[in-house]
């Protein structure tokens, strides 16, 4: 999984008024917790556009007072009528500790079912994941070559080295379903 690198300096007061005058200043309030220590510090806002306002999951190593630490994206919290950034929630990744996580699927292969007309339904945008953040992969494959008109590709049959699935093994990812146009298979002759 790809990082980006985001430094913040601490905050030295703390409160709705010291938030309001940070954002004020272009600045996101921050906190990191989840480690030996919890720190509340604050991050320019245009340095999120590689973590937040992108498809692809990423990690981010923050830089604060002279420490390079590992963490992912807990929460974000935004206003709710000009959608700006207001607070995010780091969490950190500690050493030989799994992490929790979202990650896209991305389906790959041709359905022998949507070349008959088929319409390809792609049920979930993200699965839940569990693992060492050293294995846990940019995106989660999903086969499709193998779909038919009204067959699926449910979590359980998903399969990624030393990673966990934290869903519902039977919940549907992908699935394959019949259309108007759907041309019928030939049938064989005896």
Do not use: W
């Not at 929460?75 to 929630?89: A, G, K, N």
């Not at 039977?170 to 019949?178: D, G, H, I, P, T």
């Amino acid at each position: 999984m790809k990082s980006v690198s985001i430094s913040g300096s601490l905050r030295e007061n703390v409160g709705k008024r010291d938030a309001k005058e940070q954002r004020k200043n272009g600045l996101v309030p921050c906190v990191l917790y989840g480690g030996e220590k919890q720190y509340q510090f604050v991050v320019d806002k245009k340095q999120f556009a590689g973590l937040i306002y992108t498809p692809e999951v990423r990690y981010a190593v923050i830089s604060i007072d002279g420490k390079e630490i590992p963490a992912i994206l807990q929460d974000s919290q935004y206003h709710p009528i000009t959608d700006e950034l207001l607070h995010v929630d780091f969490l950190e990744v500690v050493d030989g500790k799994p992490i929790t996580i979202g990650l896209p699927i991305k389906v790959m292969g041709t359905s022998p079912g949507v070349l008959r007309g088929g319409k390809l339904v792609k049920k979930v945008r993200k699965l839940k994941v569990r693992g060492m953040l050293k294995d846990v992969p940019e995106f989660i494959p999903v086969d499709i070559s193998g779909l038919d008109i009204d067959t699926s590709v449910k979590v359980n049959e998903l399969k990624i080295d030393n990673i966990t699935f934290v869903e519902n093994p039977n919940a549907v990812v992908a699935a394959v379903l019949s259309t108007r146009n759907v041309e019928e298979a030939p049938a064989e002759e005896a």
